[in-house]
């Protein structure tokens, strides 16, 4: 026992040494395909996200069973830079488009965020613990995000609302072939140059 004991103090201050110092809010590669599992209220989710800075555009595609067992296959939220999103259902040929009124995260959207726990291990990480933003709820930030400590790469985000990320694996630089970027011919204002609109759900 009195070894174990030991070597806890001993894995204890190893990680303390490892966290020391003040870091940086992580910067996000300007291009990344990250495999996550999401979760909100018990229901899962698996989103493959798909980030293009320099290409104006964020792509997420998700499956569920929920989606699965209504016979809607996955669903594509593709976001852009001009402030107009589109949600589609490929497999039935629904979609929504909506503009948001703003673009796309910038790579150091953490910038300014408020850095609660130096040392948090999660999983097999150890993270840097972020807050950033307020949210409706007193005392609850809009997210909270770990990355993984020395490397910055993504390793969970939970928003307020109790969705949460896990990221699965994580490839800089990783993209989607062009034709998959292109808006169906379904949704509404696909070019961008009406205002607003919907298509079917």
Known sequence: AEARDCAMLAIRGALFAACAGAPEPPVWPKQFHAACWQTLQ????????????PGGRNLNIIR????????NGSLWDYERQDGLSFY???KVRTCRTIRMG????????????????PCETVGPFV???WAKGESEIPGVPFVTY???QGTGRPVRWRFFTGMVFDVITFAPGGTLPEEQWRVP???ANRTGHAQGGAGDW
């Open 42 to 53: 018990g229901f899962p989710a698996i989103t493959d996200l798909v980030y293009d800075f």
């Open 64 to 71: 569920s069973q929920r989606m699965d067992a209504a016979g």
């Open 88 to 90: 589609y259902l490929p």
């Open 102 to 117: 703003v673009g796309l995260l910038p790579p150091d959207w953490l910038k300014g965020a408020d850095l609660l726990d």
């Open 127 to 129: 993270t840097e613990k």
């Open 146 to 148: 770990w990355s993984e």
């Open 185 to 187: 011919d379904y949704c």
